[in-house]
Each structure stands twice: as structure tokens, then as C-alpha cells.
């Protein structure tokens, strides 16, 4: 067996990505029970399939060099996570569920490396999260300044909105019609409204969140 579809959530950053992901590697075996595999490899897969596909550029999804020590400590090497996702694809029965964030800006030619390591499961659904530009803009720069990044170049990097690029790119792997765009809504009063929302765009119950 192997599964039927391929869920790939590529955020991107500052969309309710972090409390989804925890949320999801928590509630693994109420998924399971579901039909729905979530890879084992973390909560986050960004970093792993940043190794698995040896993305290094930092304005591409990837990290500093001197981490990769640090993360292939944490999570394996490429080799490992590349056989642990094919398996575990290969071993799902009904939907499988990535959650990577970074994905969204991984390159063209890493992403089809992604979807040829997701081929054995059948096609691959990308869910992407559009959220109000100068919101979205505000947060991720002030995300940078946190990892040490100089202002100036932080404000240069997101000088445009990259949304409409990384769709493009996401959608010219894995198929336009491939490619669900949400509205995300940040919510105090609902934390877990991305959570629901990605279920449903799953084709699950959202009230499950």
C-alpha cells in the first residue's frame, strides 16, 4: 500500500504554522486513526526536508551552514530522512501529511526532488495560507531581527511580497489545480483556527481540532 494523497502544508512562516504543527505531531495517533500519516520526523518538517534535499541557502528555505552538524545530529542524515519519508509514504494507507513551512521557498528544482521522493503517493495536494500583506510583512521581518539579522537587510529581502512567487513556483511542480490557496485569519479567541482549517481543506472533520 501506499497513500492515496499527499499533503504538503508549505505555510508559509507567520501563518499559525508553529501551534498546527505541534498540535499535529501531538494528535499523530488520533490522525492515524483517521486514515491521515503524519511523517514521524519532527513536528516541523522543515529542517528534515531541508537536509533530506540539501537545501542550504537561507533565502530559500534552508540555514546557516554551521547547524547542519547540529541538525544531523537532531534529525539524521539526508540518506536516513530521504528512506524514512519514502517509507512511511509507502507504508500510509489512506492521506499523508507534511508540514514544512520553508517549503514555500524552497527552489523549483529542490521541490521537484520533493515530489519525486512523494511520487509513490499518489498526487500531491499544496496547501498554501495567504494572510494580509503588511501583517504577514511586519511579523516576518520582526522574525529576522530576532535570528540576528540586520534590519537593513531584512526590510531588503521582503522589499516585495513573495507570496505570488512561491505560488507560482509551487504550483509550476505540483500542478496549479494542485494548489489550494486559504484565507489565514490569526484569532486569539480561536488558536487552533488554522489547525481546523487545514483539515478541512483535507477534507476532514474540523470540528476534530
Not at 533530506?52 to 547540529?70: I, K, M, N, T, W
Not at 494507507?93 to 514555500?104: D, I, N, V
Request: charged letters at 25%; glycine letters at 10%.
Amino acid at each position: 500500500m501506499a497513500a492515496t494523497v499527499t499533503f504538503l502544508h508549505a505555510g508559509p512562516e507567520k501563518t499559525g504554522t508553529t501551534a498546527t504543527q505541534e498540535a499535529l505531531f501531538k494528535g499523530r495517533g488520533d490522525l492515524a486513526g483517521l486514515g491521515v500519516d503524519y511523517w514521524s520526523a519532527a513536528a516541523n518538517h522543515s529542517r528534515p526536508l531541508a537536509l533530506a534535499l540539501g537545501v542550504s541557502a537561507r533565502d530559500q528555505g534552508g540555514f546557516a551552514p554551521y547547524l547542519q552538524p547540529h541538525l544531523t545530529f537532531t534529525y539524521g542524515d539526508p540518506a536516513q530522512l530521504k528512506e524514512s519519508l519514502q517509507r512511511e509514504v509507502e507504508a500510509a494507507e489512506g492521506k499523508f501529511l507534511l508540514s514544512a513551512e520553508k517549503a514555500s521557498e524552497f527552489s523549483r528544482e529542490r521541490l521537484e526532488d520533493l515530489r519525486g521522493l512523494l511520487r509513490a503517493g499518489g498526487e500531491t495536494v499544496v496547501v498554501f495560507y495567504v494572510r494580509e500583506p503588511r501583517g504577514w510583512l511586519t511579523s516576518v521581518v520582526q522574525q529576522r531581527l530576532k535570528e540576528g539579522v540586520p534590519i537593513a537587510d531584512a526590510v531588503a529581502r521582503y522589499r516585495r511580497l513573495p507570496f505570488r512567487s512561491w505560488i507560482e513556483t509551487l504550483g509550476g511542480v505540483f500542478g496549479e489545480g494542485n494548489v489550494l490557496l486559504r484565507v489565514y485569519r490569526q484569532s486569539r479567541e480561536a488558536p487552533s483556527a488554522t489547525l481546523a482549517d487545514l483539515l478541512d481543506a483535507m477534507g476532514e472533520n474540523p470540528a476534530l481540532a
